[in-house]
Nanobody, 116 residues
């Protein structure tokens, strides 16, 4: 089992910045992938960004150039730096940990609200 705890959400004006972080604990093995997903009201959960334990990243097209994902393998943490935020970025953001066997674990979610 892996437990994930997110923090860093909040209310920000359009054009502003926020950083989310997520701490993983429990049975953590490499290789693995950690990432951020989001779910807006009435919409499906979607990938925002993910990063492998080797440092390979990929991003949703909608956030490329604005968001940066990074991780600290020693601390078992993953970060999402968000800048130039738009109202359409408003959602609950979930941290995800995917093991090399394909098991998925989720955090409880943190609300990000971008006002126009």
């Amino acid at each position: 089992q892996v437990q994930l705890v997110e923090s860093g959400g909040g209310l920000v004006q359009a054009g502003g910045s926020l950083t989310l972080d997520c701490t993983a604990s429990g049975n953590i093995f490499s290789p693995n992938t950690m990432g951020w997903y989001r779910q807006a009201p009435g919409k499906q959960r979607e990938l925002v960004a993910r990063i492998t334990s080797g440092g390979n990243t990929n991003y949703a097209d909608s956030v490329k150039g604005r968001f940066t994902i990074s991780r600290d393998n020693v601390k078992n943490m993953v970060y999402l730096q968000m800048s130039s935020l738009k109202p359409e970025d408003t959602a609950v953001y979930y941290c995800n940990h995917r093991t090399y066997t394909g098991s998925n674990y989720w955090g409880q979610g943190t609300q990000v609200t971008v006002s126009s």
